[in-house]
């Protein structure tokens, strides 16, 4: 079993709907979580951390965590094109653990 | 600007060859990490150093090393033992004690001849 779990997509949503990206991870003792952006050939981008239950809202990024269900997801409202790039679900525990990563494209 | 700088963009390794990928940095880090990105897979830690003349072994040490003299760079040498050295290295830091906030270098794509 991963670590860290993602579908790897491609995921495909139109302009302006909610995308929804979704991660599960097996250590039970992590403590942070977070959402990367890569974009093809560049660097991962920190857009989202999240250490408690809930939601945590940021712009058009809402980051939603379920510790007991071993879940995080990455909702992004009114979708753009200019989101079409790989999502990289990241736990950390003891160290950083980064999941395969999740292929969005928004089509205008 | 403060951030991280690797180079090269691009790097060809010959078979037998060595080759080393810069990472320097000017955010006053004292951890700076390695990883390996191949397609379709997370990234995985080569090395990682929190602070100058000490470094740890990661989940893919193997075939790989590195050194650290200086607080601002952490190159990492590809070996001739690595056998599939072909993937995109990433180099990042993060303020000691703050591991979960990266920052990454722009990356160096390596490939063999």
């Known amino acids: 079993q991963k670590e860290v779990e993602q579908n790897s997509g491609p995921l495909s949503v139109p302009e302006g709907a909610i995308a929804s990206?979704?991660?599960?991870y097996s250590?039970?003792?992590?403590?942070?979580?977070?959402?990367?952006?890569?974009y093809s050939g560049k660097s991962p981008e920190l857009i989202m951390s999240i250490y408690s239950n809930g939601d945590k809202e940021d712009g058009r990024f809402t980051a939603q965590l379920n510790k007991a269900s071993q879940y995080v997801s990455l909702l992004i409202r009114d979708s753009q094109p200019s989101d079409s790039a790989t999502y990289l679900?990241?736990?950390m525990a003891?160290?950083?653990?980064?999941?395969?990563g999740t292929r969005l494209t928004v089509k205008p | 600007?403060?951030?991280?700088?690797?180079?090269?963009?691009?790097?060809?390794?010959?078979?037998g060859?060595?080759?080393t990928l810069s990472c320097e940095q000017n955010l006053n880090h004292d951890a700076m990490y390695w990883y390996r990105q191949d397609p379709g897979q997370g990234l995985r830690l080569i090395y990682y150093s929190q602070i100058v003349n000490d470094?740890?072994?990661g989940d893919i040490a193997e075939g790989y090393s590195v050194s650290r003299e200086k607080k601002e760079s952490f190159p990492l040498t590809v070996t001739s033992a690595q056998k599939n050295p072909t993937a995109f290295y990433l180099c990042a830091s993060s303020i000691m004690g703050a591991y979960e906030?990266?920052?990454?270098g722009s990356g160096t794509q390596l490939s063999v001849l």
């Open chain 1, 89 to 91: 679900c990241a736990v």
């Open chain 1, 27 to 38: 250590d039970r003792g992590s403590q942070s979580f977070f959402w990367y952006r890569q």
């Open chain 2, 17 to 19: 060859q060595n080759v």
């Open chain 2, 101 to 104: 906030k990266l920052f990454f």
């Open chain 2, 1 to 15: 600007d403060g951030g991280i700088t690797q180079s090269p963009k691009y790097l060809f390794r010959k078979e």
């Open chain 2, 55 to 57: 470094f740890q072994k």
């Open chain 1, 94 to 100: 003891n160290d950083m653990r980064f999941g395969a």
């Open chain 1, 21 to 24: 990206l979704n991660c599960t």
